[in-house]
């Protein structure tokens, strides 16, 4: 997992408690039920709309495929990182540890 803070300017969304950059369908139909499932807001960007972008947070992130998720600026992963990481409870976990309410588990 890397780690890092996004640049001002263009990619300035770290104010929001969570977002994802989203573009490969099937990612997304794995990503966003897990942050709808443990209640957390984000903000879906379509990174195809400005190439400069779609290149500039997979080179930031030194992570080569979208859906990305970032957590208060920091890049947390994938869709398969995201996806273990919720199996595991480590999503929930992390997400708390940097001040970001989710949902109880049912």
């Given at each position: 997992m890397s780690a890092g803070r996004l640049p001002m300017g263009k990619l300035e969304f770290i104010a929001l408690a969570a977002f994802l950059m989203a573009v490969n369908s099937l990612a997304i139909d794995i990503m966003l039920p897990v942050l709808d499932y443990i209640g957390v807001d984000y903000k879906g960007i379509n990174v195809l709309a400005d190439s400069e972008i779609r290149q500039g947070i997979k080179d930031y992130s030194n992570w080569p495929t979208i859906p990305?998720?970032?957590?208060?600026?920091?890049?947390?992963?994938?869709?398969?990182i995201i996806r273990e990481m919720f199996q595991a409870g480590e999503l929930q976990q992390h997400l708390q540890e940097h001040g970001v309410a989710v949902r109880a588990a049912s």
């Open positions: 990305q998720l970032y957590v208060k600026g920091e890049f947390i992963g994938g869709c398969d």
